[in-house]
């Protein structure tokens, strides 16, 4: 069955980088549209970035020049660069996967968590 499988979280300092990946099986990965979901501890989940199989990206306004999604559909792999970390960023990220325009979603990983703090 298809798999995403998100690494990459961890603890850092405000301030700090992290670059999460999701790995994913089972998919004919290029054709996919991909993208970025956060639940913060309040349990609200939020769009971060998106990704479209052709390489168009958006961001949400709160991170946006802060954080790069990207692809490497040779690796089956996309990736999260997140740079001028904050503790607001704190969250369990999620990536997911749609054919054509996402939503609707229809794989999702199980999450990787990221903690902000000093």
């Known amino acids: 069955q298809v798999q995403l499988v998100e690494s990459g979280g961890g603890l850092v300092q405000p301030g700090g980088s992290l670059r999460l990946s999701c790995a994913a099986s089972?998919?004919?990965?290029?054709?996919?549209?991909l993208g970025w979901y956060r639940q913060d501890p309040g349990k609200q989940l939020s769009l971060v970035a998106t990704?479209?199989?052709?390489?168009?990206?958006s961001y949400a306004g709160s991170v946006k020049g802060r954080f790069t999604i990207s692809r490497d559909n040779a690796k089956n792999t996309l990736y999260l660069q997140m740079n001028s970390l904050k503790p607001e960023d704190t969250a369990v990220y999620y990536c997911a996967a749609a054919v054509g325009r996402g939503p609707p979603w229809h794989y999702w990983g199980q999450g990787t968590q990221v903690t902000v703090s000093s």
């Open positions: 990704i479209t199989s052709g390489g168009s990206t």
């Open positions: 089972g998919i004919i990965f290029g054709i996919y549209d």
